[in-house]
């Protein structure tokens, strides 16, 4: 078993930047890929980004590409979301997840199976 606590959420004003975080624990040895997902007012939960546990090729929505960035630090068993140049349109719940196949080309929520309580970014224009 896995569980993950993602912190860092906000309210912030469009153009500014936040950080999430999210600690896992329990059994992570098991983890392949960490991904990010967003789920906003009345639409899906869609991947943001995601990254495998050796650290290369990390996949980013071209929503968010060249703004997000995401990170790891396996020493804390932390994952990162670095996110700049807000939009209105980034304000969702976002939600950490961990997987114990590779999926992180492209992240699906069915491929998930462990999930974070998520945390709200809300993004004011």
């Known amino acids: 078993q896995v569980q993950l606590v993602e912190s860092g959420g906000g309210s912030v004003q469009a153009g500014g930047s936040l950080r999430l975080s999210c600690v896992a624990s329990g059994y992570t040895p098991s983890i392949k890929c960490m991904a990010w997902f967003r789920q906003g007012p009345g639409k899906e939960r869609e991947g943001v980004a995601g990254?495998?546990?050796?650290?290369?090729?990390?996949y980013y929505a071209n929503a968010v590409n060249g703004r997000f960035t995401i990170s790891q630090d396996n020493a804390k068993n932390t994952a990162y979301l670095q996110m700049n140049s807000l939009k209105p349109e980034d304000t969702a719940m976002y939600y950490c997840?961990?997987?114990?196949?590779?999926?992180?080309?492209?992240?699906?929520?069915?491929?998930?199976?462990?999930w974070g309580q998520g945390t709200q970014v809300t993004v004011s224009s």
């Open positions: 990254i495998y546990s050796r650290g290369d090729k990390p």
């Open positions: 997840a961990a997987s114990v196949g590779y999926y992180c080309d492209y992240p699906v929520p069915a491929h998930f199976g462990y």
